[in-house]
């Protein structure tokens, strides 16, 4: 797809809705080490980054995004391995955009398991919860009076004490039945399934308007 934008997207927001943001894109799945190898043959308009595999596979290193950002193709990151390699590179011309990716800017996370998950690698449907969701679900919970501020912080450290691939929706309904009282937990878990925001596909979702402002490099004269 000559001059589109390039992004790598997985359990962080179906293609299906990022094709109503950025109708042309090329999306490909999570990025993973040696994705980017052939893009200074075909430079695209620019690279959008928001999943990329770890556990699944080897995982892209800063090294290999260097030399397309020294060719001046943009490279954006958000939400997830978008957002950990966008807070290294920033310094070397990579854009970091969203929430995620302010939260590690500012230290107020500092592990790269806030953002991990586990997915169907055929349908990209995630099998996990990314705690960097649940952090700041759990928190919007609080400033909605469902949660007091040491209720929030229990759970967060409940969460943060499993696996990865085990932090679930179920594993958090179940540490909050075990912390509150069966009115309350129940008030919960139905606030949550209602008005719990989603940090990562909104991060997801600014990186594709931000793509969608770019402008082609090659216009075909009518």
Request: net charge positive; proline share 10%.
């Given at each position: 797809?000559?001059?589109?934008?390039?992004?790598?997207?997985?359990?962080?927001?179906?293609?299906?809705e990022a094709r109503t943001i950025l109708p042309d894109a090329d999306f490909r799945?999570?990025?993973?080490?040696?994705?980017?190898?052939?893009m200074l043959e075909d430079p695209p308009r620019a690279?959008?980054?928001?999943?990329?595999?770890?556990y699944q596979a080897l995982a892209i290193s800063p090294k290999e995004i260097l030399p397309l950002l020294d060719q001046g193709i943009p490279v954006f990151g958000a939400g997830s391995m978008g957002a950990l390699r966008a807070i290294e590179l920033r310094n070397e011309g990579m854009t970091g955009i969203g929430r995620v990716y302010d939260m590690y800017l500012t230290g107020e996370l500092d592990a790269d398991d806030e953002v991990a998950m586990t997915f169907c690698p055929d349908s990209l449907r995630?099998?996990?919860?990314?705690l960097v969701n649940?952090?700041?679900?759990?928190?919007?919970?609080?400033?909605?009076?469902?949660?007091?501020?040491?209720?929030?912080?229990?759970?967060?450290?409940?969460?943060?004490?499993i696996y990865f691939p085990d932090r679930t929706l179920p594993a958090l309904f179940r540490a909050a039945a075990r912390l509150l009282p069966v009115p309350r937990a129940s008030e919960f878990t139905e606030w949550w399934r209602a008005f719990a925001p989603d940090t990562k596909a909104n991060d997801a979702r600014a990186l594709l308007r931000r793509l969608a402002q770019i402008e082609p490099k090659h216009r075909t004269a009518l």
């Open positions: 797809m000559p001059d589109s934008c390039v992004v790598f997207l997985g359990p962080s927001l179906p293609v299906g799945p999570p990025v993973r080490r040696s994705s980017l190898k052939h690279i959008g980054i928001v999943d990329g595999e770890f995630p099998l996990s919860e990314p649940l952090r700041v679900a759990l928190s919007a919970a609080a400033e909605a009076g469902i949660l007091t501020s040491r209720e929030r912080d229990r759970l967060v450290s409940l969460m943060r004490a």
